[in-house]
């Protein structure tokens, strides 16, 4: 076999094989490897990239809504011996972080009190109860939609300030014999046996019988409805209540603004 082998004519080599080997010997690349282009990454499906961006939506909605949000109604300490009848359940006045927690928008609530009562949304709101007074706490207005609340006041005196995050909302308070329209202000909604009176010590309120035309009230001055009247009279504001809305409009600047 060895003999036969050496018997054999050795093949002719390429010189341009050869000068190319010598090459890739020398500088250790032997002709490198072959350059592979990687594959695409799969496309996601298309209900995968629809979950993902309704997702992604709601979570936006759920944030703007909680943003929205008005400060919740707080009741401030007070010094006076009773209760506040919310709901139907007796809490005395003293106890202002339980009152807190069971204040909701909405709440029927009767002030069974010595003194008058405080609730406060910071920045919006603030709004004082008198003794015996009976009211349907309002929602607070959102910072930029659901701007429009509603209350209503079933009997006694409900005294109300704005703050300055209030600029742009609208609270209408109702009575069995009106409506009162408020859009930046300090009044008194007083609903009595006889009807209902409206005091407006700063800014103004738009007073509207069941059945009648619009009464614009401004500073300084009242607006009284008559039990069945369809029309409104207007006068200067009750004596006592000037320095009461007074009062309660320099103590809650701190809080309002």
Sequence with gaps: MTERLRSVTPPSVDPAFRDRLKMDFISGSFGGRPHIVPA???????WIQWVTAGSAAAAVVIAVTAL??????????????????????????????????????????KLESDQELELVSPGLLALQ?????????????????????????????LRVTTGRHFSGARLAITTPEASVRVVG??????????GTCVCVLEGTAHVR????????????????????????RVGDM??????????LHDRMQAVMN
């Excluded at 695409?40 to 298309?46: H, V």
């Excluded at 202000?185 to 006889?194: G, K, N, R």
């Excluded at 019988?209 to 409104?232: D, F, I, Q």
């Design 185 to 194: 202000t300090t009044l008194a909604v007083i609903s009595e046996p006889a």
């Design 40 to 46: 695409p990454p799969p496309r996601p499906r298309r």
């Design 129 to 157: 109860l008198s003794p015996g007074a009976e009211i349907i706490l309002p929602y607070a207005p959102g910072r930029w939609f659901g701007r429009a609340s509603r209350a209503s006041v079933v009997g006694g005196s």
């Design 68 to 109: 929205n949000e008005a400060p919740r109604w707080t009741a401030l300490p007070s010094g006076g011996t009773g209760n506040l009848i919310v709901n139907g359940a007796s809490l005395p006045v003293r106890d202002s972080s339980e009152l807190t927690r069971r204040l909701r928008p909405g709440s029927r609530m």
């Design 209 to 232: 019988p069941r059945r009648g035309g619009v009464t614009r009230v401004s500073s300084g001055t009242r607006c009284e409805v008559s039990r069945g009247a369809r029309t409104s």
């Design 238 to 247: 009750r004596d006592a209540e000037r320095p009461k809305l007074q009062d």
